[in-house]
């Protein structure tokens, strides 16, 4: 298995681009089982990308193709979907007096070589304005939804739509006391980056690059303690770095002022400052570990430097967790559990990380308690 591992990364690189020669290793693939690991990882429709480019001798047998080509064929209509519904769900807020943007999702799909080949999920939506004033509209809308600390469900279409009232959260209180003073100073700008659609499906405001360098990454960090993460979500904040990191060297090319290193660095200086003040220093170091061996990220793109043993532990859990961690039983099944098991099935799950991450494995149990009695002193669902 740890072969097959090793050529369907050496082909995934191919498939997004960042390796631009067909691997050899290619010669020596199981497709089931590359197959199982894409399926895995939600990343069925990234790989037909490349299946496409190969030469028949190199291909699936013709009956997998034929179903890995259905499968993808069902990507590309799901995003097709999405992205009307993110057009139509952008501007119902507008009309209702929102200001907003849509959270990775749609506007991530942009990013990748084909917008179609990204499995997409739900729609999440940052509105500006608050807690209770977003609130108050769901509630109007569509009455007793589950809320959450960062996002309500609205369920008003097909397809999941999650409204935020903060794009995100960390569980370690001063942490967290940061994070949502900064998305207070910064929210503002994401929610006017309007961006267009392929294939004339209309526009959408999606937040800009310097955001998500450190939003993906926080939301990245956060469903390590939750559900676990997948290749398909590092996969997203690949293409973040490698779009931030040409949207830099670009803004670099027209100042002429100074020379393009020292520029870039003063930028890497004041984002890593940001990444330590908002403790997401040690994370960020594991993910460019996995960023370079999964996919390939070179050096200059990354915005810390790589930690071998955290990107190992970090790589493991990915690989065994599939995508958001659906795979992980090693606490037990999730099917069907009620919230008793789950709070402690989530709190022996997060003993692993305390060596790792501790301010954040040892707050996550706490922060949960915490909200589930603020939401029963409130007489919140």
Not at 227 to 243: A, N, T
Request: hydrophobic share 40%; proline share 4%.
């Amino acid at each position: 298995m740890l072969k097959q591992q090793k050529i369907f990364f050496d082909f995934l690189r191919f498939c997004i681009g960042s390796a631009k020669d067909i691997p050899d290793s290619l010669k020596e693939a199981d497709w089931q089982e590359i197959y199982a690991i894409a399926q895995k990882q939600a990343l069925l429709g990234v790989l037909f990308h490349g299946i496409q480019r190969l030469p028949k001798e190199l291909a699936p047998e013709q009956k997998l193709l034929m179903q890995w080509m259905v499968m993808s064929e069902q990507i590309r209509k799901q995003n097709i979907r999405l992205f009307l519904d993110s057009v139509k769900i952008c501007q119902n807020f507008e009309n209702e007096g929102f200001a907003n943007c849509i959270l990775k999702g749609q506007g991530n799909a942009l990013l990748y070589p084909d917008p179609y080949m990204r499995t997409p999920g739900d729609i999440d939506i940052y509105l500006e304005g608050g807690r209770k004033r977003v609130m108050e509209y769901v509630n109007k809308v569509c009455p007793n939804q589950v809320i959450r600390y960062h996002h309500v469900d609205f369920p008003v279409m097909k397809a999941a739509i999650e409204v935020h009232f903060t794009p995100s959260y960390m569980f370690y209180p001063i942490h967290n006391s940061r994070m949502q003073k900064w998305f207070k100073e910064v929210m503002d700008l994401q929610c006017s980056n309007v961006v267009t659609l392929p294939d004339g499906y209309g526009e959408i405001t999606v937040p800009t690059m310097n955001f998500n360098v450190i939003y993906i990454l926080s939301h990245l960090y956060r469903h390590i303690f939750t559900e676990g993460i997948g290749l398909r979500q590092l996969l997203d904040y690949y293409f973040v770095l490698v779009k931030w990191h040409s949207d830099l060297t670009n803004l670099t090319d027209s100042n002429k002022s100074l020379s393009q290193m020292t520029q870039i660095n003063t930028y890497l200086d004041t984002l890593r400052h940001e990444l330590k003040y908002l403790g997401l220093w040690k994370f960020a170091q594991a993910v460019m570990y996995v960023l370079h061996e999964v996919f390939g990220l070179s050096e200059d793109r990354m915005i810390a430097p790589m930690d071998e043993r955290e990107g190992w532990f970090l790589l493991d859990e990915i690989m065994r967790g599939g995508n958001f961690g659906q795979y992980d039983d090693r606490m037990g099944s999730k099917v069907g559990e009620c919230k008793i098991h789950r709070y402690f099935r989530m709190n022996l799950r997060n003993l692993r990380f305390v060596k790792h991450y501790p301010t954040e494995a040892l707050s996550e149990p706490l922060f949960r308690t915490w909200f589930a009695l603020w939401k029963k002193i409130h007489g919140i669902k």
